[in-house]
T-cell receptor, first 115, second 109 residues
Framework: GAGVSQSPSNKVTEKGKDVELRCDPI?????LYWYRQSLGQGLEFLIY????????KSGLPSDRFSAERTGGSVSTLTIQRTQQEDSAVYLC?????????????FGEGSRLTVL | SQKIEQNSEALNIQEGKTATLTCNYT??????LQWYRQDPGRGPVFLLL?????KEKRKERLKVTFDTTLKQSLFHITASQPADSATYLC????????FGAGTRLTVKP
């Protein structure tokens, strides 16, 4: 596709349910990043992938959060047993290069609301 | 601990003036620093990248400086316009990319 695609764009769920957020990066982009943005706040780094590998998972807020990337392309961020504090916009970005050598292209985000 | 601080949450200026936004960092040694623009309800959009061995970078009405001794970057928008109103974010490489909280710029006509 022409840009980074995220789905769903909006998700409303009940507390305790699991949710899966999907990111389809720009073809050929090695690096993929997940961020969380609460209302009026900055971008909280969650995890990044170099190819299919996530070297550092320490940014994930709790063990309820997990992420994977397959085939060097699509990534999914899974939140188990959702809590109200998980409500936020989850942003995905991809880049041709890891680190700051290349610009990040962001998707429009997945807005998660946990009731 | 590592920190990225952007000078203020909000900056209001008059159209035609120069806006100057600050990004300070501690306990990072970035090889690159980037600036992004974010409009409400949208993902950030890349504006400029500057390398550690570059002092200054320009693109149209935008200018970025990078001082690795002061651990600071300044982002300037000259001849500002109401359409420049947005939140501006700085980002540092750390293998991953870490963002500051952003400065919300409002340019009044």
């Amino acid at each position: 596709g022409a840009g980074v695609s995220q789905s769903p764009s909006n998700k409303v769920t009940e507390k305790g349910k699991d949710v899966e957020l999907r990111c389809d990066p720009i073809s050929g982009h090695t690096a993929l990043y997940w961020y969380r943005q609460s209302l009026g706040q900055g971008l909280e780094f969650l995890i990044y992938f170099q190819g299919n590998s996530a070297p550092d998972k320490s940014g994930l807020p709790s063990d309820r959060f997990s992420a994977e990337r397959t085939g060097g392309s699509v990534s999914t961020l899974t939140i188990q047993r959702t809590q109200q504090e998980d409500s936020a916009v989850y942003l995905c970005a991809s880049s041709l290069y890891l680190g700051g050598a290349g610009e990040l292209f962001f998707g429009e985000g997945s807005r998660l609301t946990v009731l | 601990s590592q920190k990225i601080e952007q000078n203020s949450e909000a900056l209001n200026i008059q159209e035609g003036k120069t806006a100057t936004l600050t990004c300070n960092y501690t306990n990072y040694s970035p090889a690159y620093l980037q600036w992004y623009r974010q409009d409400p309800g949208r993902g950030p959009v890349f504006l400029l990248l500057i390398r550690e061995n570059e002092k200054e970078k320009r693109k149209e009405r935008l200018k970025v400086t990078f001082d690795t001794t002061l651990k600071q970057s300044l982002f300037h928008i000259t001849a500002s316009q109401p359409a420049d109103s947005a939140t501006y974010l700085c980002a540092l490489d750390n293998n991953d990319m870490r963002f500051g909280a952003g400065t919300r710029l409002t340019v009044k006509p």
